[in-house]
C-alpha cells in the first residue's frame, strides 16, 4: 500500500549548523510533497512544498529537493536557530481526486543553543 | 481570528462513554478532515469531506461518526470510547481540489481512562 518513510526519527543539531531530513515514498504516482512542521502543543503547519514537475525549491533558509527517479525527497534547513526546534512531517499526496495525504512518521528536530 | 478552532482542546473520559470534538473553519474552505496522532505522533487521516459529502473513510470503525452540517464544520462523534481511542485529534480544511495546502487546527487531546 501507499507508504512514506522518513529518516531520521531524531536529529540534534548545533545551532548555525544545517539539518537534512530524508523521505521516500512508495506510490509513483504521487505528485505532490508538502512538508510540515509541528510545534508544542500544536497543530501541523506547511512550511514548503514541491510538485513533481521541479526538483528543487528555496524559501530562505529551508530547501527541499525532489529526486522522482528514486522517489526520494529531503528537507534542508540551514543556519538553524532554536526556534527552529519541533517535530517535521513530510507528505505524499497523488491528487487526481484523491484528498488523501500519506505523512511520514515524523522527525524530532532539536537545535542546541 | 482562529482560522481552524477545534472544541474541546482537552477531554478526559471514561470507557464506554460517548463524546463529541467540534471543527470550525472560517477560510472559506471547501474541503475538511479530521487526522489522528498517537502517542509515537504517527499522524493519520480518519474522514475527509468535501463539499459536506464523505470522500475519506480510512477503515475507522463504525463508533467514528463525522457530521458535517456545512461546509465550515466538521463534527466527530465517538460512541463506546475505548483505551485505544486515547489521542490527539485533529482537524484540518483545505481548499477545493486535491494537492492544497493543509490548515491544521489546534487538537484536541483526547484521554480514554
Known amino acids: 500500500g501507499e507508504n512514506v518513510e522518513q529518516h531520521p526519527s531524531t536529529l540534534s543539531v548545533q545551532e548555525g549548523d544545517s539539518a537534512v531530513i530524508k523521505c521516500t515514498y512508495s506510490?509513483?504516482?504521487?505528485?505532490?510533497f508538502p512538508w510540515y512542521k509541528q510545534e508544542l502543543g500544536k497543530g501541523p503547519q506547511l512550511i514548503i512544498d514541491?510538485?513533481?514537475?521541479?526538483g528543487e525549491k528555496k524559501d530562505q533558509r529551508i530547501a527541499v529537493t525532489l529526486n522522482k527517479t528514486a522517489k526520494h525527497f529531503s528537507l534542508h534547513i540551514t543556519e538553524t536557530q532554536p526556534e527552529d526546534s519541533a517535530v517535521y512531517f513530510c507528505?505524499?499526496?497523488?491528487?487526481?481526486?484523491?484528498?488523501?495525504?500519506?505523512f511520514g512518521t515524523g522527525t524530532r528536530l532539536k537545535v542546541l543553543a | 481570528d482562529t482560522a481552524v478552532s477545534q472544541t474541546p482542546k482537552y477531554l478526559v473520559t471514561q470507557m464506554g462513554n460517548d463524546k463529541s470534538i467540534k471543527c470550525e473553519q472560517n477560510?472559506?474552505?471547501?474541503?475538511m478532515y479530521w487526522y489522528k496522532q498517537d502517542s509515537k505522533k504517527f499522524l493519520k487521516i480518519m474522514f475527509s469531506?468535501?463539499?459536506?459529502?464523505?470522500?475519506i473513510n480510512e477503515t475507522v470503525p463504525n463508533r467514528f461518526s463525522p457530521k458535517s452540517p456545512d461546509k465550515a464544520h466538521l463534527n466527530l462523534h465517538i460512541n463506546s470510547l475505548e483505551l485505544g481511542d486515547s489521542a490527539v485529534y485533529f482537524c484540518?480544511?483545505?481548499?477545493?481540489?486535491?494537492?492544497?495546502?493543509?490548515?491544521f487546527g489546534s487538537g484536541t487531546q483526547l484521554s480514554v481512562l
Open positions: 484540518a480544511s483545505s481548499r477545493g481540489g486535491a494537492n492544497e495546502k493543509l490548515f
Open positions: 506510490d509513483s504516482a504521487s505528485n505532490y
Open positions: 514541491i510538485r513533481s514537475n521541479v
Open positions: 507528505a505524499a499526496s497523488k491528487g487526481g481526486g484523491t484528498y488523501k495525504y500519506i
Open positions: 477560510l472559506g474552505h471547501d474541503t
Open positions: 469531506y468535501n463539499n459536506k459529502e464523505l470522500i
